[in-house]
T-cell receptor, first 112, second 110 residues
Framework: DAMVIQNPRYQVTQFGKPVTLSCSQTLNHNVMYWYQQKSSQAPKLLFHYYDKDFNNEADTPDNFQSRRPNTSFCFLDIRSPGLGDAAMYLC???????????FGDGTRLSIL | QKEVEQNSGPLSVPEGAIASLNCTYSDRGSQSFFWYRQYSGKSPELIMFIYSNGDKEDGRFTAQLNKASQYVSLLIRDSQPSDSATYLCAAGGGADGLTFGKGTHLIIQP
């Protein structure tokens, strides 16, 4: 089945230690998104790629970076994680801005 | 700033009854509207999407859109205990991602 796959499902890192989360898709969608979701809150868009064009939300901290080396893969890098970065990180894909977004299972990040 | 508002609930509905979930959105430029179901600790799952005013039905689910009132709703007929979850309303328009509401926690009572 075509899908969006996130790895790992659970990630534990130390305060200030860089961490990378990965997302891959077999849907061949143009757009890939990264969201952060904290408990009982709405998913918050961090950034998205439309093909190779990178779009950063204005309030996304500089601590967060992203890479999309090809159509299928997208990475979220957190350079120096703080306690406030503990959350579920969701990757989603779509064919375009108004099209439905399809989510991966998410990566739950814990900071020690 | 774009906002999507939902009543956080919990909304408690007896099994077999109709569950009615509502949301409003602030951006009149929004063109697409989505309902996602999210079980605790899981990722959002697309349930319905709607682009035009009126109703759209898919099985037990009906999405309703009123752009003049900036209002979107989701009806779930014959509610089942497995429908118990948080339902996220989202609005989109253009190349950017979706703006999500905080979700309504729905409880179906057996």
């Amino acid at each position: 089945d075509a899908m969006v796959i996130q790895n790992p499902r659970y990630q534990v890192t130390q305060f200030g230690k860089p961490v990378t989360l990965s997302c891959s898709q077999t849907l061949n969608h143009n757009v890939m998104y990264w969201y952060q979701q904290k408990s009982s809150q709405a998913p918050k868009l961090l950034f998205h790629y439309y093909d190779k064009d990178f779009n950063n939300e204005a309030d996304t901290p500089d601590n967060f970076q992203s890479r999309r080396p090809n159509t299928s893969f997208c990475f979220l890098d957190i350079r120096s994680p703080g306690l406030g970065d503990a959350a579920m990180y969701l990757c989603a894909t779509s064919r375009g801005g108004d099209q439905p977004q399809h989510f991966g299972d998410g990566t739950r990040l814990s900071i020690l | 700033q774009k906002e999507v508002e939902q009543n956080s609930g919990p909304l408690s509905v007896p099994e077999g009854a109709i569950a009615s979930l509502n949301c409003t959105y602030s951006d009149r430029g929004s063109q697409s509207f989505f309902w996602y179901r999210q079980y605790s600790g899981k990722s959002p799952e697309l349930i319905m999407f709607i682009y035009s005013n009126g109703d759209k039905e898919d099985g037990r689910f009906t999405a309703q859109l009123n752009k003049a009132s900036q209002y979107v709703s989701l009806l779930i007929r014959d509610s089942q205990p497995s429908d118990s979850a948080t339902y996220l309303c989202a609005a989109g328009g253009g190349a950017d991602g979706l703006t999500f509401g905080k979700g309504t926690h729905l409880i179906i009572q057996p």
